[in-house]
């Protein structure tokens, strides 16, 4: 179908030079293509800039230098990079000539995402400032040392086989003391030994024959995407008919309206499968330092995947 389509447009535009482009109609375009070309002015009219007001909400798309050098009043090289594309920024100088920004600054505030304003051929930067807040560490152990007097770090990564991998350091030696590979048998079949420190069976589990009964997340996962599947493709296939010509009112019909729900279920039940994986990951986390007496817990930045492509970021990391 696309090749017919193709070939039937080169051969519509054959029939048009053909039957139109003719010497004479050729001469009268032109002129008239000059004569407008002499009275652009008053054809055309100046282009006006209506106000435009943009708020930053994150700093993926905003960075700021805001120097505060009191010693030096002449100094207001305050510099903001903006970008309409993640992660490359365009840098602009901010004029500050009675040096208010340096003046909040020294009085306690700090500043705050701004609002740019275009107006009249010009980038207003609207900035906001709020007093600074006494910071507090909360992450601080009671003992940094766990019972043999080793200062010990965890690391978490995101896992392409796992949901996470946990590394347990020796911050002194930097050696390796211990690593796990949390998956979902492990969050839901199994659960951490505080004297051993290693995952064991729950009792619960047992079968009549003495045998563990493992359950299997990962099916359930992807037998409700192929539900999902299915159910669009209905949908999908009940609006081309609507397209068609085929039915009418396709939105009041009973048809449409219970596989659209039956959509909306689904995803909501993939939604809590993936909330209890997250709680249930975070218990582990929260135990397997406690048993260590952790110091340091250190994750992974996946902050790039946000707004990048899923070719860059992988299909994985774009799906959870």
Known sequence: MDYMARRLQYKVRELLKEHFLTPTFMKLTIAQLEQVQEHVPDV????????????????????????????????????????????????????DDRH??????????????????????????????QQEKEKRDHSKPTSSKNANGVKVGMGIDLGLKHLATISIWDEKNK???ARYFISPRQLLDMVLDETTGKF??????KGDQNVYIHSNIK???????????????????????????????????LKWNVIRRQVSQCWARVYRINLQLVN??????????????VSTIKVEDLRFSTHSRKQDAGLFIAFW
């Open 280 to 293: 249930h990951l975070n218990n582990c986390i929260m135990k397997i330092a406690r048993f260590w007496n």
């Open 100 to 129: 208010r920004i340096n003046s909040m600054k020294a009085h306690g505030f700090e500043p705050l995402l701004p609002r740019i304003t275009l107006k009249d051929r010009k980038l207003l930067l609207h900035l906001p400032f």
């Open 44 to 95: 055309v009219k100046v282009p006006h800039h209506r106000t435009l007001s943009i708020s930053i909400i994150n700093r993926d798309v905003y960075r700021e230098a805001l120097y505060s050098d009191l010693n030096d009043p002449e100094n207001d090289s305050h510099v903001i990079q903006l970008g309409l594309v993640s992660r490359k920024f365009s840098s602009m100088r901010v004029k």
């Open 219 to 253: 099916s359930t996962l992807i037998r409700l995407r192929q539900q999902i599947s299915e159910l669009q493709r209905r949908k999908n296939e009940y609006e081309q008919r609507y397209v068609e010509g085929t039915i009418k009112k396709y939105k009041v019909r």
């Open 200 to 205: 064991r069976y729950q009792d619960r589990l």
């Open 175 to 177: 050696k390796e003391m």
